[in-house]
């Protein structure tokens, strides 16, 4: 079997960082490249924090930066979530490095490296949908090029996590989401319904980052605010909403999927809504005509995912 060649677009982001620990540890994985784009910090922010991650790590892949605000007309202002991946985005530990502003560059890149290893390349997105969308609009063609989107988002038998329609991710750029969706490519989405129930303990992360060296030490110490966070909501551990997503890539036999069409809401009291029409579902569908069968993860072996990151996060 060959490797995986991935692209992972993302927003670190304390949770990015497990997932981006995951992808480079793997070893079926190669890691084509990281795109950046707003979400848990501003992208010069999560530019600079993708760098020190895979510098840390002696890993050497481009990273390009990517959207700085979203697609979507009249979308409501938000600040960045610091009370919960801190104010640099990663748990507040110390980065030498200062963010600075680059050229968006992320979805040419995209573009670039689709064509050139057409089928072939895999798309990881755990942030807002943004540089797909925007990668969609320079290069339609593309959608026929891409071996599968796999996405960290949405909520669909769920409640959302940023308004009681939508999880973060959709919410930032619904319109993005809606597009992404609706392209002529397959799609995974790895939601709330099933990220919520995959948890991992300050101990068990612990005992892993004991056996992963320094590498997964760093990520142990940059994720104990963010497990205080989960801890006052109620959570027995930090919810590991994308590297759930990254085990989908690897392991998609962990995971229980469902079929239909997708459509997102980008206007109105359900901003963010991520709805699905079930592939054996009958009736009126104008406003679903033409669009092609996606998948979200329902339900999945949640003690598997989390033995699958501790074997190859923790080094064994």
Known sequence: ???HKVIFDTDPGVDDALALCYLVRHPQVQLVGVTTVFGNAPVAVTTRNARFL??????????HAGAAQSLTPDMPTADFPVHIHGQNGLGNIDIAEQPVDEPDSAAQFIIDQVRADPGNIRILAVGRMTNL?????????IADLVGDVVIMGGAFRVPGDITPAAEANIWGDPLAADMVFGADWHVTAIPLDLTTRTLITRRELQAIAARGGEGMQLVADLSQDYIGFYGQ?????MV????CAAVFLTDPDLFRLIHGQVRVLWQGIGLGLTIMNPRDRKGPDAEWAGLPLQAYGADGDTDAILSRIAQICGGN
């Open 1 to 3: 079997m060959g490797k």
């Open 54 to 63: 895979l510098r840390s790590w002696g890993v050497t892949v481009p990273v």
């Open 133 to 141: 969308a925007r990668a969609l609009q320079m290069a339609p063609d």
């Open 233 to 237: 909501a109620g959570y027995d551990g």
């Open 240 to 243: 590991i909403h994308d590297c």
